[in-house]
């Protein structure tokens, strides 16, 4: 029988958040791929971003070609995480936790309080600090002294660079990739008009729509468009719809088209109507709100020192900072600051690439040499 991955939730017990809030019970979901070595040195954590979550691979070679295909149902990082990949499982340890917030199996928002119902708008703020924080706890139930490499990207490389400071000694190498040292004004005004959309729809109920049987979906898809309007280049998105119709999209023509779209109904307008419905079917709104909200208050800074350089001296870890050449969300030169401003010889890459933000994901072929190297 094959086993590719193994998927379990650790419980944890009265944690207290960087907001002094204490969660009396805690869960952490997570999936893990490969065997932890005698030695427990050979240990990967891959940190997802917002929307991601812990099946970063099928763990197998060939997914279609396996006994029960359904069960070996391809990652987010299927190009670069699995049997002889970049982050080789027949190597490594690989673990990839839910983050702390999120609405894959980790405490959220949907998860149940000691009331049994939903958190909705009783859960905390929760900071990209707790999320690490709370990995270094899973880190100990595991067994990992330290980790061989703590990577990830966006807000996964929030996470991966938080891990760095919050547990210096416990990470060997880190890879941070498309993702800064804090966020900008440009970014959390992203972050701003987000959340709005959410909580701006009717059915958002103040975060307390499940227990009424509501859900807002316009204001969560509306979040989903505004965001992936920054993954995505805008010269990509010329090139691939230019002002074409709907309609002249003989194989997507059959997409929902909503009753307000009128005469015009762009080929860009429904890529985006498909990209909103995609992530509504599967992604929790308080959740996407919580992450976002963390994302955009991401500074490491906070509580360490207003000079970065300084913020960052803590870090033992050897640092790969990637970043994406068409990245309007995170560009290059922010990037860069972070690169410049840590301690040691840091490794820099630039994806080239047309797909924005998104590059750290649709590159796998691009990124895989240079994580393979460093990984070594
Ligand atoms: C399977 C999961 O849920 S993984 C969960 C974890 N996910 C993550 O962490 C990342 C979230 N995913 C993403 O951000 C994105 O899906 C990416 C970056 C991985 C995909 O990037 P790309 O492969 O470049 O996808 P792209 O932007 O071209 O979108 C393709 C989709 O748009 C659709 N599309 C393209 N043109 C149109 C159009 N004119 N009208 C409607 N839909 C359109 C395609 O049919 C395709 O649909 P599908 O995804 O349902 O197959
Ligand atoms: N598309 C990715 C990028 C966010 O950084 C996601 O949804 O998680």
């Not at 997914?63 to 295909?69: C, F, G, Q």
């Not at 958002?204 to 499940?210: E, K, M, N, R, S």
């Not at 009128?262 to 985006?272: C, E, N, P, T, V």
Request: contains cysteine; proline residues 5%; negative net charge.
């Amino acid at each position: 029988m094959q086993v590719a991955s193994r998927t379990a939730v650790a419980e944890f017990h009265d944690v207290v958040l960087e907001s002094g809030y204490v969660f009396e019970q805690l869960h952490i979901a997570y999936e893990t791929y490969g065997q932890l070595n005698a030695e427990k040195s050979n240990a990967v954590l891959i940190e997802h971003a917002l929307t991601g979550d812990p099946h970063v691979s099928s763990g197998v070679a060939n997914p279609a070609a396996a006994e029960s295909p359904r069960s070996f149902a391809p990652g987010w990082w299927e190009e670069v995480v699995g049997p002889g990949r970049a982050i080789d499982t027949n190597e490594f340890f690989v673990v990839c936790a839910n983050a702390l917030g999120g609405c894959n199996g980790s405490t959220g928002p949907t998860s149940p309080s000691a009331d049994g119902l939903a958190h909705g708008s009783r859960f905390p703020d929760v900071s990209i600090r707790d999320m690490a924080a709370a990995e270094v706890l899973l880190s100990d139930r595991l067994g990992i002294p330290a980790w061989h490499a703590v990577i990830g990207g966006s807000m996964g490389g929030a996470r991966a660079l938080e891990f760095a400071l919050v547990a210096p000694e416990r990470v060997k190498r880190a890879t941070i990739l498309a993702a800064p040292a804090f966020s900008d004004a440009d970014q959390i005004a992203w972050a701003h008009t987000q959340i709005q959309a959410i909580e701006l729809d009717p059915d958002f109920c103040g975060g307390d729509y499940a227990v009424i049987g509501r859900f807002p979906r316009r204001g969560l898809g509306l979040a989903r468009q505004i965001a992936h309007l920054t993954y995505r280049a805008d010269s990509e998105l010329n090139e691939r719809f230019a002002n074409t119709r709907q309609e002249q999209w003989p194989d997507l023509a059959h997409r929902p088209r909503p009753a307000s779209a009128g005469d015009a109904y762009y080929a860009i307008q429904s890529y985006l109507d498909h990209q909103a419905t995609k992530l509504v079917d599967r992604f929790d709104a308080q959740s996407y709100r919580i992450l976002t909200q963390a994302l955009r208050d991401h500074d490491v800074r906070r509580g360490r020192s207003t000079n970065l350089a300084e913020a960052l001296s803590a870090a033992q870890a050897k640092f790969q900072v990637i970043s994406v050449s068409s990245d309007r969300l995170y560009p290059p030169a922010q990037v860069a600051r972070l690169a410049a401003a840590l301690p040691g010889d840091v490794e820099t890459q630039v994806l080239d690439s047309w797909a924005g933000h998104d590059g750290f994901l649709t590159e796998g072929v691009q990124l895989s040499p240079h994580l393979r190297r460093f990984l070594t």
